[in-house]
């Protein structure tokens, strides 16, 4: 029986449709979603894709830069071809550093799946697995390779863009023009002068105009800035003085510093003022661009006259001669004072002179003459200073309240006579006609005693920076040297110092080479292509590889070196052992540490310690040849330090040498003398020679004194006296107890043998002597006296009838001798 339906009421429907409503809207928006998702997720390319189209591009590019290279002559155009090959070329390299590991790990995965096996079905997902694999590990190795070829090829333009400038460069400076001494050169130019003039005046009125368009208060703000800069850099440049004086420590650290303080003040301070000068010239943006590029560039060009005054001026100091660096006599100072604060503007002078022609397109003559105007001023500037030093030296040495000039170094002499030699070839180079090489000589003259001293300055700053810091001072230098301890903060301050200054050299001389078409850029490129490192045989020494080892083995041996003193002051003591056999322990765990920082270090160098094995093995028959001895000392100090028949400490006696072992190294051991002397004994003799260990398994000493008294002393009563002596010492010791002998009568005395036993053998030599001391005394006290020695008389023979009877006494030193008469035994 069917029910009948009845259609919903229209308060259900009301009540139903918003639910329906929201449920469907959430449906359609979740699929919407889904969609969206899986459409952008199609849409993104993956990140191979994204790599073979970084190395499409840049393969196009490539092709590119390399069309028509040979043909190029703009120089700019060669840089920026240049960078741009540089650029294709890091940026394959990081591309196929960053996909060889992962095609690493697809072939480890290929290698855990195995090959294929014939005739047996795999299952399908191990062989879409496979195939997915395989096909990932193809794309990923001619990814690679296209990047490395790239890498190489962009390598290799620069390289060729490189030699194209240097052609250039040099066929430029070998270009000869007409010689300004000529009337067609002067004829020439002033034809071509008024044309020149008249760009000039654009250029000048251009300026006038940006001038006159900057509002006035603009310029009275920058003024009032300007005054400003100018109260600061008096104010911080007093503030600095007092700061380096009172918190500086004192030395050359406080020299240096100060110097480069007024370094950069003196870099800044003009800096700032030509930026505030630039930013009224452009306040409304209506310089044309290459005059806006002018502007820009002399305001950056004048830092560098400051800098250039400022360097000079902090160099010879000549308001402060305690505060020079360089050994500089105060004459010359005070005569040259005038040379960096003129060589700071004329070097902003020269770079507006050699940038207005090429701004004004200039003709030709115009630009060799002003070009010609740069290299006299820069080569009378030179010469002047060169001739002002000479005549403050000369009157130094005619002075003879000055006291005497040190004499120059040789190196002085021959780089000031090579300086004579650059200029007049630069001057014959520009009246001749070569202006391109007398402009470039005498620039290049300036630009090295700029570099020069620069470096020199950063010399002085880095070593003395180390050596202060990191060294021992001299309040502490006497506690080192009573403690017998290497100065590891002297070595580590003088190691750093050696390396940075090494760096500033390297650096120094690519700054100097800059101007032979060899820039920085170039020579740095150059350097970067050891960044794959250098193979020798199957070893690959890479930069970084080195550091890291020098860095485990320089964090090795300082942790070997904190446990070895940990083992000696905290360890070892509370341990029962000897304290030569704490060093013993200490030098071998020393050695052990050694050996596995050396191996732990080669390991981080990419060298394993199965090649190692292999060098130690072909190196042996020349260890067994020419170093037999050594190797056998080694071992034998490792027995001495293992087996210990003698230790650090011990009294012993070896082929006539004898003393106390105060050290044993891996070679020798060091035994100091009675007389404090030190002798150096190979470990073996200890080994393969008998060697008499006084103080060895801890012996009692042996005090024994032998006296011979007179027949009719009292031998009951000196024995007591003699045995009181010996129980009453306070280093004799109980047990054994002390005793007397008698051994006998020989030759009329009584042979008294009276032995006692002290803590140490050490003590015997000392105690025996306080005892015989004391046993003198008592023995003359109790009135017992020592027995006397033998004695043997010689009478003369009778004299035969007729003979003269001789003098018993003969007078004078020439008289001869007579018969002597001695006395028998018992006379």
């Not at 006299?376 to 002075?399: I, K, N, Q, S, T």
């Not at 470096?455 to 017998?484: I, P, Q």
């Not at 003699?722 to 005395?749: K, M, Q, R, S, Y």
Request: hydrophobic fraction near 50%.
């Amino acid at each position: 029986m069917r029910l009948p339906l009845s259609r919903p009421s229209a308060a259900a429907r009301r009540l139903f449709q918003p639910l329906f409503l929201s449920i469907a809207t959430r449906l359609l928006l979740s699929v919407l979603l889904v969609l969206g998702a899986a459409l952008s997720h199609a849409q993104t390319p993956t990140p191979q894709q994204e790599v073979e189209k970084q190395l499409d591009s840049a393969r196009k590019d490539m092709e590119a830069l390399r069309k028509n290279l040979p043909e190029q002559s703009d120089d700019a155009e060669l840089l920026r071809r240049r960078a741009a090959a540089l650029d294709i070329q890091s940026k394959a390299d990081a591309i196929a550093d960053k996909l060889t590991p992962i095609l690493a790990s697809v072939q480890a995965r290929l290698t855990e799946l195995g090959p294929a096996t014939a005739n047996v079905k795999e299952a399908h997902d191990v062989a879409t697995q496979r195939a997915d694999l395989e096909k990932s590990r193809t794309n990923l190795d001619a990814q690679i390779k296209l990047a490395r070829l790239l890498s190489v090829e962009g390598g290799q333009t620069a390289e060729q863009v490189s030699t194209i400038r240097r052609a250039q460069f040099q066929a430029r400076l070998g270009e000869r023009r007409p010689s300004i001494l000529g009337t067609p050169f002067w004829s020439e130019f002033r034809n071509d002068l008024p044309r020149d003039l008249d760009r000039f005046g654009s250029l000048r009125d251009e300026l006038g105009a940006a001038l006159g368009g900057t509002p006035g208060w603009v310029w009275f703000s920058l003024a009032v800035g300007i005054a400003i800069v100018v109260g600061l850099w008096a104010a911080i440049s007093r503030v600095l003085l007092r700061v380096t004086a009172a918190r500086v420590p004192a030395g050359r650290l406080r020299r240096s510093f100060h110097a480069l303080t007024l370094v950069l003040l003196a870099t800044l301070g003009p800096g700032l003022i030509s930026q505030l000068i630039f930013i009224g010239l452009d306040w409304e943006g209506q310089l044309p661009d290459d005059t806006q590029a002018l502007v820009a560039g002399l305001a950056g060009i004048v830092c560098l006259g400051g800098y250039v005054s400022g360097l000079g001026m902090a160099l010879l100091s000549p308001s402060r001669p305690s505060w020079r660096l360089p050994e500089i006599p105060d004459a010359i100072a005070q005569k040259l004072r005038w040379f960096p604060l003129a060589l700071g503007p004329l070097i902003v002078l020269v770079w507006l002179l050699e940038r207005l022609p090429v701004l004004l397109n200039a003709s030709l003559n115009t630009t060799i003459a002003l070009n010609s105007l740069v290299a006299f001023l820069l080569l009378f500037f030179v010469a002047a200073g060169l001739v002002h030093m000479e005549r403050a030296r000369r009157e130094a040495l005619r002075d003879p309240e000055s006291g005497r000039s040190p004499p120059r170094p040789l190196w002085l002499v021959i780089a000031v006579g090579v300086v004579w030699i650059v200029l007049a070839t630069a001057l014959l180079g520009v009246l001749v006609g070569y202006v391109a090489f007398g402009n470039f000589a005498a620039k290049q003259i300036v630009w090295a005693l700029i570099v020069l001293n620069s470096a020199y300055l950063l010399n002085v700053l880095v070593d003395d920076f180390f050596t202060t810091v990191l060294g021992v001072s001299k309040r502490d230098a006497e506690t080192y040297e009573r403690a017998h301890e290497p100065r590891l903060r002297d070595q580590a301050a003088v190691l750093l110092s050696g390396m940075a200054r090494i760096f500033i050299v390297l650096m120094a001389c690519v700054t100097v080479l800059g101007q032979f078409a060899e820039g920085p850029m170039e020579l740095l490129q150059r350097a970067d292509q050891l960044r794959n490192g250098l193979s020798l045989g199957e070893v690959q020494l890479r930069p970084a590889a080195l550091i890291q080892a020098a860095l485990v083995l320089a964090a090795g041996l300082l942790g070997t070196r904190i446990l070895k003193r940990w083992l000696i002051n905290r360890y070892l003591p509370t341990t029962t052992l000897d304290p030569g056999m704490q060093t013993s322990a200490t030098t071998l765990f020393g050695y052990i540490g050694v050996v596995v920082v050396v191996a732990l270090a080669l390991s981080a160098l990419g060298i394993g310690l199965e090649r190692v094995a292999w060098v130690a093995s072909a190196l042996s028959v020349g260890i067994g040849f020419g170093l037999q001895a050594v190797v056998q000392n080694f071992v034998s100090g490792l027995i001495l330090l293992a087996e210990r028949p003698v230790k650090v400490g011990d009294w012993v006696s070896l082929g006539g040498i004898e003393g106390d072992i105060r050290r044993i190294n891996v070679r020798a051991t060091e035994i100091q003398m009675g007389d404090r002397s030190t002798v150096i004994v190979p470990n073996s003799e200890f080994i393969t020679k008998t060697v008499r260990n006084v103080t060895h398994a801890n012996p009692l000493g042996l005090v024994q004194i032998k006296l011979p008294l007179p027949l009719a002393a009292d031998a009951a009563k000196a024995r007591e006296v003699i045995l009181a002596a010996f129980t009453e010492h306070a280093d004799i010791l109980e047990t054994p107890a002390p005793n007397v002998f008698l051994d006998g009568i020989d030759n009329g005395n009584l042979m008294f043998n009276a032995q006692g036993y002290v803590g140490s053998p050490r003590q015997s030599y000392g105690t025996r002597s306080a005892l015989l001391f004391e046993i003198l005394r008592r023995l003359t006290e109790a009135g017992i006296g020592l027995g006397k020695p033998p004695t043997m008389l010689v009478s003369a023979p009778a004299l035969l009838p007729g003979a003269a009877a001789q003098p018993a006494h003969p007078e004078g030193p020439d008289a001869p001798a007579g018969p002597a008469r001695a006395e028998a035994p018992g006379d």
